[in-house]
C-alpha cells in the first residue's frame, strides 16, 4: 500500500473551474478503493471553506512557512471517505469566485506566490514536517499549480517519490525574472533545464524536469506533446523524458454522471429505454425556446470558451449550420469574443441556436442528457471528459481526432471487432470539416435503426476508473522500488 499526497489546486464539488476537479475527485476515490492511504492537499479558497461546512473542518497544524501563518485543515470530500488536507492563509486563498483570477478575469498579481507557498506546505507535508506521523511514499503533482514541488523536494536526499500529471501543457505557470527573485528558491534553479523557459520562470518545468515520473491523461496527448505542434515549447524537454512518461487515460466518477439515476434529469434512462432520454430533449427545448420537436437533431456544446475548445470552427461554420434542420444549445464561459459571437447567433435564431453564459453543473448535466449529438471540435484535448459523459448519456460526440478524443471517439469500426463506432470523427482542424461531419451526423440520424446501434455501442463501454487507476498504482510502486 502507498501513502499518496495528491495535491491540485481544485476539487469538485469544492471548487472547480474543469476537468481537473472533477479527475482530482474521481482518481483519489478510485485509488482509496484499491486500498491505497490516499490524501488531497488543496489551498483552503474561500468556496472551499463554504463547501466544507456539512463534513466539518478542524485545523491540525498551525505553521511558519516563509514568513506567512498557515493553518493545515483537515476535511473530507462530501459524500467520500477521502481526506482532504487544506492550506489555509486566508491572504493568498481567502478569495472568492475563480481560484486563479479576479473578478476581471485577469490573474492574482500574486499567483507566483500563492502556489509557491502552497508547494513549499507540501514540502514540508512530504518530509514529515508538519507534526501529522504520517509520511507520504509518492507525491503526486498536477499541472502548473503544484509544478514547484518536485522541485523542492529535489533538494532533500531522503524524498518520497513523484509523479507529476499534466492535465494540460498550455498552461505552463510564466512569471517574471522579478517573479523568481521575490520566491526562496535556489539561485541553480534559474537554469535552462531546471525552471527557466525563454526568460522566464515556468512552474510546469519544475515538474518536468524533476519529477520522477510524468504522466499525461491519454495515451495520444503523451505522443502529441513530444512534437513542437502541440508541446507549447516543451516538446524537447519532454521527449527526453520519454522514458519516465506514460499516457493514462481519464475515468470518469460513474455515480456523478450515470443517466439512470442523475438527480438532474427531466427523466432518467438507461440502454434499454431510450425513449425517456427524448423527454429531456422535449423539456430542454421548451425551456430554451427552441421549436418543440423530436425529430429534429439537437446539438449541444458545453465547456470553456477558449481557443482550445475550436470555438472558432464552430463560428466559421455557423452560416452553413443553420441552413441544416437542426438546432444548437451552448453552455459556457471565456473569452467575451466568442461570449459576444454566440449571444448574437441565439439572438437572431432563437428557434434553433440557445446560448447560455457562466457555469452551471445541474444545467451540463441536463444538456449532456437531452442532446443527440455532442459537439467537441478541440483544437488540442489532453483527455476530454465531456466526450466521456456523452457517451455514458447515449449523445453521440463529434470531435476532431486530437489527443483524448481520438482515443475515445470512433467512426469507423475495425475488422476485429474490438472497435466500435460511437460517434463522428474528423481528422483536420478546418471549418469545412467540421460541418461536414456534423451533415453526416445528422444523415445518420434519421436512420434509426443505426443510430440506436451506435448509441448502445457509445453506452456499453466502461469508462469507469477501474483500469486506469491500477495504472497509476503500478507506476507508484515502479518508483517507490527504484
Ligand atoms: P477542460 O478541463 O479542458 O475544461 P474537460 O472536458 O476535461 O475540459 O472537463 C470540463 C468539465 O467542466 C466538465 O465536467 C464540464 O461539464 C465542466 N464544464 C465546463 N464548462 C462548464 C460550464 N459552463 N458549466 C458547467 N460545467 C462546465
Ligand atoms: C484539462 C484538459 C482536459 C482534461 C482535464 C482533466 O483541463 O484540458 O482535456 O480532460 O484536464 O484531465
Given at each position: 500500500m502507498q501513502k499518496i499526497l495528491f495535491a491540485t489546486s481544485e476539487v469538485y464539488p469544492l471548487i472547480k473551474t474543469g476537468g481537473l476537479a472533477d479527475v482530482a475527485a474521481s482518481l483519489p476515490r478510485a485509488l482509496l478503493k484499491l486500498g491505497q492511504d490516499v490524501k488531497i492537499l488543496l489551498p483552503a479558497y474561500t468556496s472551499v471553506m463554504e463547501n466544507t461546512k456539512s463534513v466539518g473542518v478542524k485545523e491540525i497544524a498551525k505553521l511558519e512557512v516563509d514568513g506567512y501563518s498557515v493553518s493545515l485543515k483537515q476535511t473530507r470530500l462530501p459524500g467520500t471517505k477521502v481526506s482532504v488536507w487544506l492550506v489555509d492563509v486566508p491572504e493568498l486563498f481567502a478569495r472568492e469566485g475563480n481560484p486563479y483570477c479576479g473578478p476581471d478575469g485577469n490573474d492574482w498579481y500574486d499567483n507566483h506566490k500563492r502556489f509557491y507557498l502552497f508547494a513549499r506546505v507540501a514540502e514540508l507535508i512530504a518530509l514529515d514536517?508538519?507534526?501529522?506521523?504520517w509520511q507520504p511514499t509518492i507525491v503526486h503533482c498536477n499541472d502548473w499549480q503544484t509544478g514547484l514541488i518536485p522541485a523542492l523536494l529535489?533538494?532533500?536526499?531522503?524524498h518520497p517519490a513523484t509523479v507529476f500529471t499534466i492535465h494540460?501543457?498550455?498552461?505552463?505557470?510564466l512569471f517574471s525574472y522579478q517573479a523568481f527573485a521575490e520566491l526562496n528558491l535556489p539561485t541553480a534553479f534559474w537554469h535552462h533545464e531546471r525552471l527557466e523557459f525563454y526568460g522566464q520562470l515556468s512552474f510546469i518545468k519544475g515538474g518536468l524536469a524533476f519529477a520522477d515520473f510524468i504522466t499525461t491523461v491519454s495515451p495520444s496527448y503523451a505522443r502529441e506533446i513530444q512534437l513542437p505542434e502541440f508541446g507549447n515549447g516543451l516538446d524537447g524537454l519532454i521527449a527526453y523524458r520519454n522514458d519516465s512518461l506514460a499516457g493514462i487515460l481519464n475515468g470518469i466518477d460513474t455515480d456523478e454522471w450515470n443517466p439512470g439515476t442523475d438527480?438532474?434529469?427531466?427523466c432518467n434512462y438507461n440502454r434499454r429505454t431510450l425513449a425517456n432520454k427524448t423527454k429531456n430533449k422535449l423539456a430542454l427545448q421548451e425551456e430554451l425556446g427552441?421549436?418543440?420537436?423530436?425529430s429534429i437533431p439537437l446539438l449541444g456544446f458545453v465547456g470553456r470558451l477558449v481557443d482550445q475548445k475550436g470555438v472558432d470552427l464552430i463560428l466559421e461554420q455557423m452560416n452553413q449550420f443553420l441552413n441544416l434542420n437542426c438546432q444548437l444549445v451552448v453552455l459556457g464561459s471565456g473569452f467575451p469574443h466568442y461570449e459576444q459571437a454566440l449571444k448574437n447567433i441565439a439572438s437572431q435564431h432563437p428557434k434553433k441556436v440557445a446560448v447560455t453564459l457562466g457555469y452551471n453543473e445541474s444545467f451540463a448535466h441536463r444538456i449532456e442528457a437531452s442532446s443527440d449529438m455532442f459537439l467537441m471540435p478541440s483544437i488540442f484535448e489532453p483527455c476530454g471528459l465531456n466526450q466521456l459523459y456523452s457517451l455514458r448519456y447515449g449523445t453521440l460526440p463529434i470531435v476532431h481526432a486530437v489527443g483524448g478524443l481520438r482515443d475515445t471517439v470512433f467512426e469507423s469500426p475495425d475488422d476485429a471487432g474490438e472497435v466500435k463506432s460511437n460517434g463522428f470523427v474528423f481528422s483536420v482542424a478546418a471549418a469545412q470539416e467540421l460541418f461536414s461531419t456534423i451533415r453526416r451526423a445528422c444523415d445518420l440520424f434519421q436512420q434509426k435503426d443505426q443510430w440506436k446501434q451506435r448509441q448502445a455501442n457509445a453506452m456499453s463501454k466502461d469508462f469507469s476508473w477501474d483500469v486506469s487507476a491500477k495504472e497509476y498504482v503500478a507506476i507508484y510502486e515502479q518508483i517507490t522500488a527504484q
Amino acid at each position: 500500500m502507498q501513502k499518496i499526497l495528491f495535491a491540485t489546486s481544485e476539487v469538485y464539488p469544492l471548487i472547480k473551474t474543469g476537468g481537473l476537479a472533477d479527475v482530482a475527485a474521481s482518481l483519489p476515490r478510485a485509488l482509496l478503493k484499491l486500498g491505497q492511504d490516499v490524501k488531497i492537499l488543496l489551498p483552503a479558497y474561500t468556496s472551499v471553506m463554504e463547501n466544507t461546512k456539512s463534513v466539518g473542518v478542524k485545523e491540525i497544524a498551525k505553521l511558519e512557512v516563509d514568513g506567512y501563518s498557515v493553518s493545515l485543515k483537515q476535511t473530507r470530500l462530501p459524500g467520500t471517505k477521502v481526506s482532504v488536507w487544506l492550506v489555509d492563509v486566508p491572504e493568498l486563498f481567502a478569495r472568492e469566485g475563480n481560484p486563479y483570477c479576479g473578478p476581471d478575469g485577469n490573474d492574482w498579481y500574486d499567483n507566483h506566490k500563492r502556489f509557491y507557498l502552497f508547494a513549499r506546505v507540501a514540502e514540508l507535508i512530504a518530509l514529515d514536517k508538519a507534526g501529522q506521523n504520517w509520511q507520504p511514499t509518492i507525491v503526486h503533482c498536477n499541472d502548473w499549480q503544484t509544478g514547484l514541488i518536485p522541485a523542492l523536494l529535489s533538494l532533500h536526499p531522503n524524498h518520497p517519490a513523484t509523479v507529476f500529471t499534466i492535465h494540460n501543457l498550455a498552461y505552463r505557470g510564466l512569471f517574471s525574472y522579478q517573479a523568481f527573485a521575490e520566491l526562496n528558491l535556489p539561485t541553480a534553479f534559474w537554469h535552462h533545464e531546471r525552471l527557466e523557459f525563454y526568460g522566464q520562470l515556468s512552474f510546469i518545468k519544475g515538474g518536468l524536469a524533476f519529477a520522477d515520473f510524468i504522466t499525461t491523461v491519454s495515451p495520444s496527448y503523451a505522443r502529441e506533446i513530444q512534437l513542437p505542434e502541440f508541446g507549447n515549447g516543451l516538446d524537447g524537454l519532454i521527449a527526453y523524458r520519454n522514458d519516465s512518461l506514460a499516457g493514462i487515460l481519464n475515468g470518469i466518477d460513474t455515480d456523478e454522471w450515470n443517466p439512470g439515476t442523475d438527480p438532474h434529469l427531466t427523466c432518467n434512462y438507461n440502454r434499454r429505454t431510450l425513449a425517456n432520454k427524448t423527454k429531456n430533449k422535449l423539456a430542454l427545448q421548451e425551456e430554451l425556446g427552441l421549436a418543440i420537436d423530436a425529430s429534429i437533431p439537437l446539438l449541444g456544446f458545453v465547456g470553456r470558451l477558449v481557443d482550445q475548445k475550436g470555438v472558432d470552427l464552430i463560428l466559421e461554420q455557423m452560416n452553413q449550420f443553420l441552413n441544416l434542420n437542426c438546432q444548437l444549445v451552448v453552455l459556457g464561459s471565456g473569452f467575451p469574443h466568442y461570449e459576444q459571437a454566440l449571444k448574437n447567433i441565439a439572438s437572431q435564431h432563437p428557434k434553433k441556436v440557445a446560448v447560455t453564459l457562466g457555469y452551471n453543473e445541474s444545467f451540463a448535466h441536463r444538456i449532456e442528457a437531452s442532446s443527440d449529438m455532442f459537439l467537441m471540435p478541440s483544437i488540442f484535448e489532453p483527455c476530454g471528459l465531456n466526450q466521456l459523459y456523452s457517451l455514458r448519456y447515449g449523445t453521440l460526440p463529434i470531435v476532431h481526432a486530437v489527443g483524448g478524443l481520438r482515443d475515445t471517439v470512433f467512426e469507423s469500426p475495425d475488422d476485429a471487432g474490438e472497435v466500435k463506432s460511437n460517434g463522428f470523427v474528423f481528422s483536420v482542424a478546418a471549418a469545412q470539416e467540421l460541418f461536414s461531419t456534423i451533415r453526416r451526423a445528422c444523415d445518420l440520424f434519421q436512420q434509426k435503426d443505426q443510430w440506436k446501434q451506435r448509441q448502445a455501442n457509445a453506452m456499453s463501454k466502461d469508462f469507469s476508473w477501474d483500469v486506469s487507476a491500477k495504472e497509476y498504482v503500478a507506476i507508484y510502486e515502479q518508483i517507490t522500488a527504484q
